[in-house]
């Protein structure tokens, strides 16, 4: 890594926010992934200065959130990486709009909207993904998806130049947005939600967190869902029905809970789960004749 790049670094966000050689399963809910050469959380308002300096001197990065849609090779990433973490001040409550950082978790921003009455993101209350990763999916679940809620949103362009985008510009479709095509960052979301009491929206949050802990398998580290649902099919059934219940390639394994979740089983490597992803995809194709993708963003080396 750069050492003059570094040393600018400093001069932008502060030292205990910059990491070297930092394993990214700490920062990913599969818990694998090898060293990114930096990983670094800037404060928002850094977020533009910090781009501008990884393009000056030509390091490669990449923005995560909660990093759990995400799963990195083994031998890590080459260059950046940018962890947007936002904090309880960048929730802002007017009426039945909440605008939030890209940062934040969309288990507190729910869990904020239920505090103030307002209903519609009971749905998101389980994901634990951030904003940001949320609005680039358009995450979803139990019926409800982002683009559901979205008015507007914040970007940064690949220049770190500031836009705002209606939810129509988003182009939003099933797991997918304009956002990553264009290479936009996600900063900050406004949502429109409705008016609503606060003790059935909690009810419907518990509803769907006791079907949750039913039918997932959150006792093991995951990605959640981890290949897209495919047209007229679901992902999970399709496994299941090719035989392939708690198939494992090392320490990663099909769910015997759920087979749409590939799960990490203690020691899985980022090798084991990609080949493991494979030859789903491949034995589900033999059979039904239907190509499963891939919901889990993978990135650098294997």
Request: overall charge negative.
């Amino acid at each position: 890594m750069n050492q003059q790049f570094l040393t600018e670094l400093k001069a932008v966000t502060a030292e205990n926010r910059i990491f070297t050689d930092e394993p990214m399963k700490k920062h990913t809910t599969f818990r694998v992934g090898g060293p990114a050469d930096v990983l670094i959380q800037p404060k928002r308002a850094e977020l533009a200065s910090v781009i501008r300096l990884c393009r000056e001197y030509d390091i490669p990065y990449q923005v995560i959130g909660n990093g759990s849609n995400l799963l990195v090779g083994d031998r890590g990433i080459r260059g950046a990486v940018i962890e947007m973490l936002s904090k309880k001040d960048e929730i802002c409550v007017e009426d039945d709009c909440i605008t939030v950082g890209a940062g934040m978790l969309l288990s507190k921003t729910a869990n904020c909207a239920a505090e103030h009455g307002l209903t519609g993101m009971e749905f998101a209350a389980g994901i634990p993904g951030s904003i940001g990763g949320a609005v680039v999916m358009n995450a979803g679940a139990y019926g409800g998806e982002m683009k559901d809620i979205l008015t507007a949103v914040t970007v940064l362009d690949k220049d770190g130049n500031e836009k705002k985008l209606t939810v129509e510009e988003l182009e939003l479709g099933y797991r997918t947005s304009c956002i990553l095509k264009k290479g936009y960052i996600v900063t900050e979301a406004k949502m429109k939600l409705l008016h609503g009491e606060e003790k059935e929206i909690r009810a419907r949050m518990d509803e769907l967190k006791k079907q949750r802990v039913e039918k997932q398998p959150l006792e093991f580290p995951s990605a959640g869902s981890t290949f897209k649902r495919p047209e007229g099919y679901f992902a999970g059934k399709l496994i299941m029905d090719a035989g392939l219940r708690g198939y494992q390639v090392g320490d990663a394994q099909v769910s015997e809970k759920h087979c749409g979740f590939v799960i990490n089983r203690g020691n899985a490597t980022a090798a084991d789960v990609r080949t493991l992803m494979q030859n789903v995809s491949d034995i589900v194709e033999e059979k039904f004749d239907v190509r499963l993708e891939p919901e889990v963003k993978m990135t650098g080396e294997f």
